[in-house]
Every structure is written in structure tokens, then in C-alpha cells.
């Protein structure tokens, strides 16, 4: 399993953005689709968005399409998630996750459900508060 890493949360007020890095130091996350899920305490774990291996697709969660944007910078190995407009309901703990090597057509292929991602990291606290 890969040790990823989150880092960039913290608190905003509404309105504000913030952008989330997901990197590791261990293995290229290249060949690898990313993942970023939540968690709110009390709720179920949620998916936000993810990115193929290739870069060229992309999904988002109904709650932050339009306002969240994923994008891999392999040269820096890391995986970002620019959120904007945030709302006080973003607030949660945020993780990022990987799945891989991803080969063939599975390659340009994401989706944001958990059970497909076998790697996760430890998570970044995002809070959005006046």
C-alpha cells in the first residue's frame, strides 16, 4: 500500500477557498487514479471527486461540481483539489486514496467510490466557519 500524505486544510470562512495537496514519497502516483473523499462527523464517508491515472478524466460529487477542481502535477508527484465558494456543509475531514497501476483502458477511467481505492492517507481537517 501507498503512504499518501494529505496536507493544506484548515479553517476559511465561507466564501474562501483553499487547495488540498496529495502526495507520497515512496512510489510516482503516475499510473495511479486518485481519489478525495470527506467525512463529517456523524455522516458516512462522502466522494468529492477523482482523476484517472492519464489526467484526462475527471468526476465530482453533486455537492461541489462547479465549485471544486482536480488536477495531477506528476513532475511534483502530487494530486490537487482547488475548492472555492466553500460552504459551511464542506466541512469534514478530507483524504485522499489511490488505486493502481492502472493499465490499458483503465487508464484514462475514475470513479468516486471508496471500495475501488486500496490505499488511503490519514486524512486533512477542513473547516469552513465565520
Same mark, same amino acid.
Given at each position: 500500500? /501507498?503512504?499518501? &500524505?494529505?496536507?493544506? %486544510? %484548515?479553517? &476559511?470562512?465561507?466564501?474562501? +477557498?483553499? *487547495? /488540498?495537496?496529495?502526495?507520497? +514519497? *515512496?512510489?510516482?502516483?503516475?499510473?495511479?487514479?486518485?481519489?478525495?473523499? *470527506?467525512?463529517?462527523?456523524?455522516?458516512e464517508r462522502e466522494g468529492v471527486s477523482c482523476i484517472s491515472s492519464s489526467g484526462v478524466s475527471t468526476k465530482y460529487g453533486d455537492s461541489v461540481k462547479g465549485r471544486f477542481t482536480i488536477s495531477r502535477d506528476n513532475a511534483k508527484n502530487t494530486i490537487y483539489l482547488q475548492m472555492s465558494s466553500l460552504k459551511p456543509e464542506d466541512t469534514a475531514v478530507y483524504y485522499c486514496a489511490a488505486d493502481g497501476p492502472r493499465i490499458g483502458i483503465f487508464h484514462h477511467m475514475c470513479d468516486i467510490k471508496s471500495n475501488l481505492f486500496a490505499s488511503w492517507g490519514q486524512g486533512t481537517q477542513v473547516t469552513v466557519s465565520s
Open positions: 500500500q /501507498l503512504q499518501l &500524505v494529505e496536507s493544506g %486544510g %484548515g479553517l &476559511v470562512q465561507p466564501g474562501g +477557498s483553499l *487547495r /488540498l495537496s496529495c502526495t507520497t +514519497s *515512496r512510489f510516482t502516483l503516475a499510473n495511479y487514479a486518485i481519489g478525495w473523499f *470527506r467525512q463529517a462527523p456523524g455522516k
